[in-house]
């Protein structure tokens, strides 16, 4: 039986048809690609439609087409995968390598945020640059107190944001319960020219940005962190080392390491504050920087 013509379909095609072709335009890159337009393909697209060349569903067509989408696309599933991996309290392993030229965010993401576990005091370390999806998805976990600390600072509703060196961090000893790290710890004492910052290189810095998280880390807390692997290499604005020198290093601030895994290029553990009284051993096992050192002569 055919329906009447004032239908709830009848009245989204009369809603849109309210909307000016910007606004149009503004609407779906907004809800496709999750920015606003930017003024050349405004322009373009709001000529196109208003010449009638183009259709609205046209234009978003095009955008779904888009390599952008594709982008938008990963990362929404990424995370989704770690949604659906809460809800069952498993953790995520063996994630397939992103697409050549892709970020390494597409596994990195989703290993750290399956690990979350409702934890009350959380901390994201270096939060200012980090990607929106992440960002969106880090406030969504819920958790009753989010800081971010960076030496930059933005606005992400949800997120109590804190300028600070991660060596220096100006909380008391066990405030969180959890931290993220992801892909940060590489870039302290290097060149951070690129996120107008100044630059330096200090082999000292990263053991004193991991001692100081672990010292505002709860004794049963945890730290997620992610950071490139392989063979040894100073890049400039991060360093890149070998899995033994990452545990060595993670070791002689007195983390455990609970659960890792390694993906060729860059590595994902899970770090437990060990101890005092294994603190002790473990830094015997890990000198200050010998084992730096010794890496980059060889």
């Not at 095609?13 to 690609?33: M, P």
């Not at 337009?37 to 322009?43: E, F, M, N, Q, V």
Request: aromatic residues 8%.
């Amino acid at each position: 039986m055919p329906e009447p013509a004032t239908n709830d379909r009848l009245a989204r095609y009369l809603a849109l048809g309210r909307l000016t072709d910007a606004e149009f335009v503004q609407h779906a890159f907004r809800f496709i690609l999750r920015r606003d337009a930017d003024a050349k393909a405004l322009g373009h697209l709001v000529e196109g439609l208003g010449t009638a060349a183009l259709s609205r569903a046209r234009v978003i067509a095009g955008l779904l087409e888009s390599d952008e989408f594709a982008r938008v696309r990963r990362y929404d599933d990424a995370l989704a995968l770690a949604r659906n991996a809460r809800r069952q309290r498993k953790t995520l392993r063996e994630l397939p390598r992103p697409p050549e030229g892709e970020t390494a965010r597409l596994v990195e993401f989703p290993w750290v945020l399956s690990r979350y576990r409702g934890e009350r005091r959380v901390l994201d370390v270096g939060y200012a640059f980090a990607d929106p999806p992440y960002l969106a998805e880090l406030v969504a976990l819920g958790a009753e107190q989010l800081v971010g600390v960076d030496l930059n600072e933005a606005d992400v509703p949800g997120l109590t944001p804190v300028v600070a060196d991660v060596r220096r961090l100006p909380f008391e000893d066990r405030s969180f319960d959890l931290a993220f790290c992801v892909s940060v710890i590489e870039h302290v004492g290097y060149d951070n020219e690129v996120y107008g910052l100044e630059s330096e290189h200090d082999e000292e810095a990263i053991p004193a940005a991991l001692a100081e998280l672990r010292r505002v880390l709860a004794r049963d807390g945890r730290m997620l962190v992610t950071v490139p692997s392989g063979r040894r290499s100073d890049e400039g604005w991060y360093v890149r080392l070998p899995l033994e020198e990452w545990r060595g290093l993670f070791a002689r601030a007195g983390l455990v390491v609970a659960e890792d895994e390694d993906y060729g290029g860059f590595y994902c553990a899970d770090l437990r504050p060990a101890p005092q009284h294994r603190r002790r051993f473990l830094g015997a096992l890990a000198r200050p920087s010998a084992l730096v050192r010794s890496k980059s002569r060889g």
